[in-house]
């Protein structure tokens, strides 16, 4: 394994998921979710490909020598996507939420050369605050 070390992932501000419902995050929000994760909740973060192209899909799984279907599913759904790594740390730096993830070396590069962007996936905890429970690998 190998690190991928201060990529900033999410920032203060107002975003819009996928549904199109906007929200805003202030900077204790993003402390909240810093704290958590150092709590370990959740207790695992994975790195995945999420809305990615064909070739970028096809390339990961030519590096892991793996049929593509393993990281789309057979459908390209959700059912059959596997974790590429995990985030391994977690910090506020001024108004951005700072990673640092841990992905097989092989595609330490991969990564580098062909995502774009990320995109956090969030869930609220049980005291309905927001936590991050993945990042998704996103590819031009």
């Given amino acids: 394994m190998t690190k991928i070390l201060n990529l900033e992932i ?3 501000g ?15 929000d993003v402390d909240h979710m810093v704290d958590m994760f150092g709590q370990g909740k959740p207790e695992f973060v994975p790195v995945k490909v999420g809305h990615s192209s064909d070739e970028f899909n096809q390339k990961i799984a030519e ?12 459908n390209g759904g959700l059912d059959g996507v596997i974790a590429l790594g995990q985030v ?15 992905v097989p070396e092989q595609l330490a590069e991969v990564f580098k050369q062909y995502f774009r962007d990320v ?4 869930s609220k905890d049980g005291e309905g605050r927001w936590i991050l429970d ?5 590819s031009a």
């Fill in 119 to 122: 995109s956090c996936e969030l």
């Fill in 10 to 12: 999410f920032s203060v």
């Fill in 134 to 138: 993945g990042l998704a690998m996103l």
């Fill in 63 to 74: 590096q892991m020598n793996i049929p593509p279907a393993m990281l789309t599913g057979d």
């Fill in 14 to 28: 107002t975003h819009t998921d996928s549904q199109g419902l906007t929200e805003s995050f202030t900077p204790d």
């Fill in 88 to 102: 391994v740390s977690l910090r506020r730096t001024q108004n951005k939420l700072v990673a640092d993830l841990e």
